[in-house]
């Protein structure tokens, strides 16, 4: 990661961990290491795609890692896989809103209704190479070695580009019904005046959700049902006088998945699918660190209107 390094990525971790994390989780712990230290440690990972066993030779070997972090000793890789075993989504979900808290307060332009997109990508469970899996495919003629992968729903705030909310399941799945539960979140975070998604989240209940009961201005494209069909309520307004120049600002929330599928990790690592989505969730939580600690990294020229 050349833009920011491990201590001051680790020292911002540690500082939102503080504030959403108690010390110790019951007063018979061991008090060797706190929770704020753990979750650090965890985003710590997500943040350079370590594996647990990484995580400890990598601690053992950076003095001033460890210094940041305040540990007096490194923890054993078993000792970060039980936390994450017992770390709720809650938990996640408080410190990703702890780093939209600190995100939006260092913003001139914090007080403005944010305008957010809706968007999924798939994350991998594992970190077998695609070129393999089509190489196995290709030669051997037998079927994929997986037929499921990870889906990482998130809405994102566009104009400053980090996540409000997040969601992951196992894909392939259609996560319409599911475009009010993470908006809700993100509008938990921030006041929303645009949502924009595609097609996948087309639905009337939908846009009157976010209509109703945000008072936002939602934008989807009416692609579900042939042509033919007569529609009505917003989504025939879609059809009818489709504003294609709010729209074009939905690319950015590819840009945030780029940015952190290149930048920190495209795979979701575990055996279990609990276990996946709650690396996914701390990739998303990482991102979010990333983004704190760097806030002006994602300065970008655009034509689009500055006003809805």
């Known amino acids: 990661m050349a833009e920011v390094g491990l201590l001051p ?18 007063r018979f712990s061991k008090h060797q ?17 370590w594996t647990f066993r990484e995580a400890e030779v990598r601690l053992g070997e950076h003095r001033e890692l460890r210094q940041t972090l305040g540990l007096s000793r490194v923890p054993d890789f078993t000792t970060l896989y ?54 196995m495919h290709h030669h051997g003629k037998n079927p994929l070695p997986w037929r499921y992968w990870l889906k990482w729903v998130v809405v994102a705030d566009l104009d400053q580009q980090f996540l409000l909310s997040q969601t992951a399941r196992r894909g392939p799945w259609n996560d319409c019904a599911n475009l009010p539960a993470v908006v809700e979140a993100a509008s938990a975070q921030t006041r929303i005046g ?13 846009h009157t959700y976010i209509r109703r009961k945000l008072g936002a201005q939602s934008v989807i494209p009416a692609k579900r049902g042939k042509k033919t069909w007569h529609i009505h309520g917003v989504r025939a307004e879609m059809r009818r006088s489709f504003p294609q120049h709010l729209y074009r600002r939905r690319a950015l929330i590819e840009t945030v998945f780029s940015s952190v599928k290149r930048k920190l990790s495209a795979r979701a690592p575990g055996r279990s699918l609990r276990m996946q989505v709650r690396q996914a969730l701390l990739l998303g939580l990482s991102f979010n660190l990333y983004r704190l600690r760097h806030r002006y990294l994602f300065l970008r020229m655009s034509t689009e209107p500055h006003s809805i």
């Open 9 to 26: 990525f680790a020292g911002t971790a540690l500082q939102v961990c503080k504030a959403v994390l108690p010390r110790y989780r019951t």
């Open 33 to 49: 290491f706190t929770q704020p230290q753990l979750l650090a440690i965890l985003c710590l990972m997500r943040y350079e795609d």
């Open 194 to 206: 645009l949502v924009l998604a595609d097609a996948e989240f087309d639905s009337e209940r939908n």
């Open 82 to 135: 039980r936390f994450l075993q017992r770390l709720e989504d809650q938990t996640i979900d408080r410190a990703v809103g702890e780093t939209v808290r600190r995100l939006r307060s260092t913003h001139r332009k914090a007080r403005r209704r944010a305008r957010v997109a809706a968007d999924a990508t798939g994350l991998a469970q594992g970190a077998v190479s695609t070129f393999f899996v089509r190489c």
